[in-house]
Every structure is written in C-alpha cells, then in structure tokens.
C-alpha cells in the first residue's frame, strides 16, 4: 500500500463518516414536526411546542453550517499539507521530541478551538438567548475559554509528554505504561473531579438543611445509602436548563444538583430524580463504566502501538521523518470507524442503566415523580419527544422520554 492510498482512505473515512452523520440528522429532523404521543400530550402545550419545534430545527441547521464548515477546513488542511507544516514549524522551536510534540498539538488544537469560537459564540448568545435558556456573560463565556485552554495545556500537556516519553524509552511495550498511567488519571478524575476541576468553573455549596434535605435524607436510608455530599452547583450562571448527576466513589461520593433544578422541580420530584442517581450507585454502573473505559483505553493504546512508527502513516500525511505525533494523528482518523462501533455498543449500555436506574426509583421511591419531574424536564429544555430510532441508537446516551415513560408505567 502507498502513502497516497492511505491519505486517500483517511479522506474517505472522514467524508463518509460525516454523510453518514448528516443522514442520521436529517432522519431525525424529518420527525420534528410529528404530532405528540399521547402519553406525553402533557408535556407541552400547542405554543410552546411550536417553540420546540423551532428550536430544533434553528439547532440542526445550525449543526449542519458548522459540521460543513469543519470538514471543508479539515480536508483542505490534508491536502494543503497542513499537518507537514505545523510539524517543520514546531521542529524549529526545539529539537526535543516532546517539546515538539507540546508545541504541534498545542497549536493545532488552539486554532481549531479560534476556528470555532465564532459559531460557538453564535450559538450561545443568539440561538440559546433566543429561545430563553442562555444566562451565560460574556465574561463568563471568555473565562471559560480561558480556563479550558489551561486546564488542557497543564494536565493534557502533563499526561502527553509522558505517554511520549514512555514510547521513547520503552520501545514497543510503551501502550502498557501509557495505559497504566492514563488509568491512573482516569480513576483520580472520577474519584476527584467534583473537588479539583469543577470549582474552576463553578460554585458549589452544601444543599441547606430544610425539607428538601430531611427528605432526602430519609430516602438515602431507607436503601441503605450513606449519602451526606449534596452539593448545589449554579448551572444558572450559563444556562435554565437543569441536571443532577453523582460522581465520586467511596468516601467521594457526592450529589450535585443544578440550582435550576430546584427551581424547576417540586420536592417530591427532585427525591425522584435523586432516587434515579442512587440507582446508578447500586447497580455499580459507575464502576462498570469505569472498568469499560479503561478496557476500551487498554485497546485502542495497543492498536495504536501497531502503527504509531509507521514510516507510511507519516508519508500519508507529507511528513518523511515518523514522529509519535504524526503517527497519532492518522492512526486518530484511521481508528474512528472502531471508535464508531464502540461508541454505538456504550451508547446502549448506558440507555440500558438508564432503564435500570429509573428501575431502582420507581422500587425504592415512586415513579409518579419522576415521571413529572422527566416531563418538567424536557418541556423546560425544549426536547424532542420524537426522535427517530436510528438517530437514538446512533447519538442517544439516555433513553427518549416516551421510553422512559412507558418503562416506568410498565407493571
């Protein structure tokens, strides 16, 4: 096989990835108009759902402008040899392999992250304020570009340089070390992620005491639950839109409600919604997950020590010398399509422990409130209520509501 067949198929594999893409969306976008179902015919009124259903459609238009946009900048940078230009750039700084990886990546990343500011903006304070959700300053907006490229430069640039420096001195067993380190990191960051790297965007307090704690409380109880880490985050700062999510495990393990969730949802319903995160902890999806990743991690570093040398990736790319970054780069592009599959199969783990968590709710709780806080939920995000089954299979990490629903009514 020559460098051009091989530039030829990474071509290929990111312009049929993207049709595939986009005829996933216009599936979906075909539906936007369905009536509702009648389960969920309370969820929204004729108005607001004419508001969701624009909405929608200003989003994937939207989504289809920028997607183009960053495929003909993507393909244009292959052909033109961008990727041997930023290599020779970075090379004349330094002749330290790392610091010429560091300086590659960095400045790859950062004009791509500049290329889509535009669009990022636009969709932050033209169509999420148009239709009510964004809260986002524009200060806000800037720190938290700011922040993300430090926070990527420290512990990205931290985590790279020693996966190249294991490759450099380990020769052909460096995926072994790098998997190890990366693990490692992977399991600090899920034990510690509320604690170090969400106060760097925002501000979380103790839930108060009051009812809504006693309440809880109570619940956590009675299913044997050690549960005294429930922390409000202002997620108004940016948005209306609400969440809830756990994180954390052994003596971490914590609750994190939105502020806009207790705006949103009575007592009752946020129990609920709480009894749902519960069950995820129970039915340890949590470590499953965990587990999965680092597996998936294991593979993809063993692949990538098949071909991350190989002299004919770097010719792919119009670059003579093989570098860990070059190497990276293509094999990145050339694995995508397993990444797909293994995307598509995590993708139905997790609607099946939705199904599950929702399960342990309705068990040890009730469904009635989880059900209308689910319904509050999506009339209050604007969501889809029909969505095609071929775009849930492929994009959804959460069961559609009428699912939901129909699941938690089942007997």
Same mark, same amino acid.
């Given at each position: 096989?020559?460098?051009?067949?091989?530039?030829?198929?990474?071509?290929?594999?990111?312009?049929?990835?993207?049709?595939?893409?986009?005829?996933?969306?216009?599936?979906?976008?075909?539906?936007?108009?369905?009536?509702?179902?009648?389960?969920?015919?309370?969820?929204?009124?004729?108005?607001?759902?004419?508001?969701?259903?624009?909405?929608k459609?200003?989003?994937?238009?939207?989504?289809?402008?920028?997607?183009?946009?960053?495929?003909?900048?993507?393909?244009?940078?292959?052909?033109?040899?961008?990727?041997?230009?930023?290599?020779?750039?970075?090379?004349?700084?330094?002749?330290?392999?790392?610091?010429?990886?560091?300086?590659?990546?960095?400045?790859?990343?950062?004009?791509?992250?500049?290329?889509?500011?535009?669009?990022?903006?636009?969709?932050?304070?033209?169509?999420?304020?148009?239709?009510g959700?964004?809260?986002?300053?524009?200060?806000?907006?800037?720190?938290?570009?700011?922040?993300?490229?430090?926070?990527?430069?420290?512990?990205?640039?931290?985590?790279?340089a020693?996966?190249?420096?294991?490759?450099?001195?380990?020769?052909?067993?460096?995926?072994?070390?790098?998997? @190890?380190?990366?693990?490692?990191?992977?399991?600090?960051?899920?034990?510690?992620?509320?604690?170090?790297?969400v106060?760097?965007?925002?501000?979380?307090?103790?839930?108060?005491?009051?009812?809504?704690?006693?309440?809880?409380?109570?619940?956590?109880?009675?299913?044997?639950?050690?549960?005294?880490k429930?922390?409000?985050?202002?997620?108004?700062?940016?948005?209306?839109? @609400?969440?809830?999510?756990?994180?954390?495990?052994?003596?971490?393990?914590?609750?994190?409600?939105?502020?806009?969730?207790?705006?949103?949802l009575?007592?009752?319903?946020?129990?609920?919604?709480?009894?749902?995160?519960?069950?995820?902890?129970?039915?340890?999806?949590?470590?499953?997950?965990?587990?999965?990743?680092?597996?998936?991690?294991?593979?993809?570093?063993?692949?990538?020590?098949?071909?991350?040398?190989?002299?004919?990736?770097?010719?792919?790319?119009?670059?003579?010398?093989?570098?860990?970054?070059?190497?990276?780069?293509?094999?990145?592009?050339?694995?995508?399509?397993?990444?797909?599959?293994?995307?598509?199969?995590?993708?139905?783990?997790?609607?099946?422990?939705?199904f599950? @968590?929702?399960?342990?709710?309705?068990?040890?709780?009730? @469904?009635?409130?989880?059900?209308?806080?689910?319904?509050?939920?999506?009339?209050?995000?604007?969501?889809?209520?029909?969505?095609?089954?071929?775009?849930?299979?492929?994009?959804?990490?959460?069961?559609?509501?009428?699912?939901r629903?129909?699941?938690?009514?089942?007997?």
């Open positions: 096989m020559t460098p051009e067949v091989v530039f030829y198929i990474i071509i290929g594999i990111l312009t049929l990835s993207f049709i595939f893409d986009k005829f996933l969306d216009h599936l979906n976008a075909r539906h936007f108009n369905d009536p509702i179902p009648e389960e969920l015919e309370d969820v929204y009124d004729q108005a607001t759902y004419r508001k969701s259903q624009k909405y459609k200003e989003k994937y238009r939207f989504g289809l402008l920028t997607s183009t946009f960053t495929l003909l900048i993507t393909i244009a940078f292959f052909f033109l040899d961008g990727f041997a230009w930023v290599d020779a750039w970075a090379r004349s700084y330094s002749e330290n392999s790392i610091v010429i990886a560091l300086i590659f990546f960095g400045s790859i990343l950062l004009a791509g992250d500049l290329l889509s500011l535009p669009f990022s903006y636009y969709n932050t304070f033209v169509i999420e304020a148009k239709y959700f964004n809260t986002t300053t524009l200060k806000t907006f800037i720190l938290d570009k700011l922040k993300g490229w430090a926070m990527l430069a420290i512990l990205g640039g931290i985590l790279l020693a996966i190249i420096w294991f490759y450099e001195t380990t020769g052909p067993d460096f995926w072994i070390y790098a998997w @190890a380190i990366v693990t490692v990191v992977t399991i600090l960051m899920n034990l510690l992620y509320a604690r170090l790297i106060p760097v965007f925002n501000k979380q307090t103790p839930l108060e005491p009051g009812m809504l704690r006693t309440k809880i409380e109570a619940y956590a109880q009675t299913v044997g639950f050690q549960l005294d429930i922390f409000v985050i202002d997620g108004s700062k940016r948005s209306t839109k @609400a969440n809830a999510y756990f994180s954390g495990f052994g003596r971490e393990k914590r609750v994190t409600l939105y502020d806009t969730l207790l705006k949103d009575e007592e009752e319903e946020i129990v609920a919604v709480l009894a749902h995160e519960v069950g995820h902890y129970k039915r340890n999806h949590i470590i499953v997950n965990l587990i999965i990743s680092i597996v998936t991690t294991g593979f993809t570093f063993w692949l990538l020590s098949l071909f991350v040398d190989s002299v004919l990736l770097s010719e792919a790319l119009g670059v003579a010398t093989p570098s860990f970054h070059i190497g990276l780069i293509a094999f990145g592009v050339l694995y995508s399509p397993i990444s797909e599959v293994i995307g598509l199969l995590l993708n139905y783990i997790s609607r099946k422990f939705e599950q @968590a929702d399960n342990f709710a309705k068990a040890t709780y009730n @469904a009635q409130p989880l059900i209308s806080g689910l319904k509050k939920l999506s009339r209050n995000n604007l969501s889809n209520l029909t969505p095609h089954p071929a775009y849930v299979f492929a994009h959804y990490s959460h069961p559609p509501l009428l699912q629903f129909r699941n938690l009514k089942r007997k």
